[in-house]
């Protein structure tokens, strides 16, 4: 059933229209207070459930909360609102509206549809691209500030609001409860847009996709010119269970505002909160290592691919002893005189039976052929992550730690992205381009690269309905990038990675077209250049690419819940009957 304000999860506003829930900062605003011996002992609204503290506090306060604040050019922290991570994508809306409680989300979005502007909304700023910050918005919604993390007995799940980062999500979760969300690895991300577009990470493979695990979402939506709050639970039916299941991978920007998210997997039972989402290891083992290129030819390489995608497909099996590991194989580009060093990272849990005779066997898998497994030390940064030296050795490390060093993400750089899940081995066709693309000698950027990560085993227990990501047998997702300064031309960086995808994907006509090796393309890395006919002459809409066949579904839900397009960006759903 949809609820409307006031709040749904206590029902109780406070006298200046504020929901009376358990502050307006992350709990572990409350771990700090956990951490020392001062608690505090402000009463918790009756379905509101912190971790217990020293001295039987409760970790939490009630915070006053401010009013909507209005950021206008002229103010000194415009140009931090007005751009995300990707240094490519700016605005100059009128004004940046930072709201910090659902009724406040919901009212700037009223306001925004009364004066007819063009609204978007920031949650961490990674959108790939220009969907939140173009020249059209003229009205941005930061919920940046909306971010607290906790545990609703109402709903016997736990909340989290779409301006929590990646990791309070995991340090609030883990450190007060034991569990965590299969999410992404970037810490400064943020859940509003990462959840919605299905979202995985390190423990995907041994815990699925992090929508596997979304309960509900409250959205504020826009019907007959109104903005209303709406929540939409796994347990709800008609139309506001199609709200719930297009969330669960259909995409951030599409369907109204998400103010929060609550996460209980589907086959928890009771009511502890230690048992309702996954937990993860206690330790991992960590370890990346790489090949230079100067060691390695066509032949060599392509051995290396082949052992990759084979190890892929020999191990993604539900049930594999190998579901806890997850590779990130990172195909750099090679720099000037055969510079540069390809790179696996891998983590693992570090206690599963035979762990490291398991780990040594996967890296013997991969280096077979061409010399023996990765030596060589992580130098340098690859992609977003930053040079890793000391785990040129593999090392076993805390699961929370781990989590905390491998947080990558660079805010200074401009980058372009492309995406592709791969359900079997790669073709001779696309090795021998990866290989072509990435010793070129007319393009040297060493910020270049394909990331090939290893997907499968839990993430492949669902089926491909159940949720609106469609791609459920996939071995391996890929994600193409290249990274240069602000202020020198894109051009050649853009050719380049254009030229890359193009080549690898020609027998598809230079796109991922599902067939028996390809299935399309993440909404999460969002590739505009799927919408142009050029770079796209297929035939396949990019609709189809990150959707399949779930994209009708989507299409329903967005008549249904935003009728007059409201929210919209260069890829966000259509109405049913347009393109």
Known sequence: MSK?????????????GNADTVGRRSVLGGAAAVAGAAALTTALPAT???????NGGVGVANVATPDIINVAPADKRFPDLVRGTNQRWSANPGTVRLVTTP???????????????RLTVRSGGHCYEDFVFNSEVQVVVDVSGMNQVYFDQGKNAFCIESGASNLQVYETLYKLYGVSIPAGSCASVGAGGHIVGGGFGLLSRLHGLTVDHLYGVEVVVVRNGTAQLVTATRDSTGPEKELWWAHTGGGGGNFGLITRYWMRSPNATGTNPSNLLPKPPSEVILHSAGWDWKDLNQASFTRLLQNFGNWCQANSAPGSPYESLFGLFKLNKRTANNGGRIILLTQMDANVPNAQQLFNNYLD?????VGGPPTLAMTRSSGEHAAMPMLVQPQVFPWYIATDYLSGGNPTLCGDYKSAYARKPFSTVQIQAMYQQLTRNDYLNGDALVQIDTYGCQINTVASAATAVPQRDSIMKLQFQTYWAPGTPETEHVAWIRDFYKAVYAETQGVPVPNQINDGCYINYPDKDLNDPVQNPSGIPWSQLYYLGNYPRLQTAKQTWDPTNFFRHAQSVRLPGTT
């Open 4 to 16: 409307q304000s006031p709040d749904s999860t206590t029902g109780k506003p406070d006298k200046a």
């Open 365 to 369: 898998a991969i280096g077979a052929g």
């Open 48 to 54: 509101a459930h912190a971790a217990p503290v020293a």
């Open 103 to 117: 009724q406040q989300a919901q009212r700037a979005v009223q306001e925004a549809v009364d004066q007819n502007k």
